[in-house]
Nanobody, 123 residues
Framework: QVQLVESGGGLVQAGGSLRLSCAAS????????MGWFRQAPGKDRDFVAG????????YYADSVEGRVTISRDNAKNTVYLQMNSLKPDDTAVYYC????????????????WGQGTQVTVSS
């Protein structure tokens, strides 16, 4: 198990950018796939982006493709989510998650979660 702490959320105007960070503690961070999910009030928790343990493979939801980049620094035990051209629909709590194994990027395949960081995009 790893412990995860997100940071970097905030209030931004439409069209702006934010970079979220997720710091991991515990053993063998580089053995984990990492994902970013988001949850708006009254809605399900949705996949945003994922990255394999080595960083060689990345995956994105259609709704953010081309606007978001996920990356990781295994030496710093940190995963990042760079978000550009933000829209009001991107407003949500963003969660970082970790898993050892899995093939689908759904919340149920992740066993470790951070507490979330709020992102609010004003129009």
């Amino acid at each position: 198990q790893v412990q995860l702490v997100e940071s970097g959320g905030g209030l931004v105007q439409a069209g702006g950018s934010l970079r979220l960070s997720c710091a991991a503690s515990g053993r063998s961070f580089s053995n984990y796939d990492m994902g970013w999910f988001r949850q708006a009030p009254g809605k399900d928790r949705d996949f945003v982006a994922g990255i394999g343990w080595s960083g060689a493979s990345t995956y994105y939801a259609d709704s953010v493709e081309g606007r978001v980049t996920i990356s990781r620094d295994n030496a710093k035990n940190t995963v990042y989510l760079q978000m550009n051209s933000l829209k009001p629909d991107d407003t949500a709590v963003y969660y970082c998650a970790a898993r050892r194994y899995g093939t689908t990027w759904v919340p149920s395949s992740f066993g470790s979660w951070g507490q979330g960081t709020q992102v609010t995009v004003s129009s």
